[in-house]
């Protein structure tokens, strides 16, 4: 479902709100079905099964393999910190160490973005983007 519309009254606003928050809750606290009968036929189909479990595995590869060359390239930039917890870690985020003070200046000095804890999206990291990922992370560290 999308869509948009404007309301133009004050007097009304905070009614209005309270109807759309009671209408939108369900929307987000109930997904719809089609989701999981896609996983459903998935799981029950043994060969769609088997291609879904390589999937995966080359999906989770390729973030420990990012992992592994983010830590090299730091290591590479001759960086004093230690990274080997960017490869200890697993899973799809990675906490790097950095304080809410580096990553405002990663954001502003190299448009890279991540929260202010320092976690990163390892998923959005490639082969492309991650000496500059590594460059822009030795040079904030520092």
Known sequence: MSGAWCLVS?????RVESQMKAIARP???NPPLHGALLVSEILRNDDL???????????A???KDM??????????LG???????????????????????????LAEKYSIYMTR???????????????????AMHDVTQ
């Open 79 to 105: 960086s004093s910190h230690s990274w080997q917890h960017v490869t200890d870690q697993i899973g799809m985020f990675c906490y790097s160490g950095m304080t809410p003070e580096m990553v405002d200046t």
């Open 10 to 14: 004050l007097q009304e606003a905070a």
């Open 117 to 135: 804890n320092g976690r990163i999206s390892m998923a959005g990291v490639n082969t492309r983007n991650v000496a500059r990922l590594a460059e």
């Open 67 to 76: 992992r592994s060359l983010l830590r090299k390239s730091l290591e590479d």
């Open 49 to 59: 099964k088997q291609q879904w479990y390589q999937e995966v595995a080359v999906m």
């Open 61 to 63: 590869n390729r973030i």
């Open 27 to 29: 929307m987000y606290s």
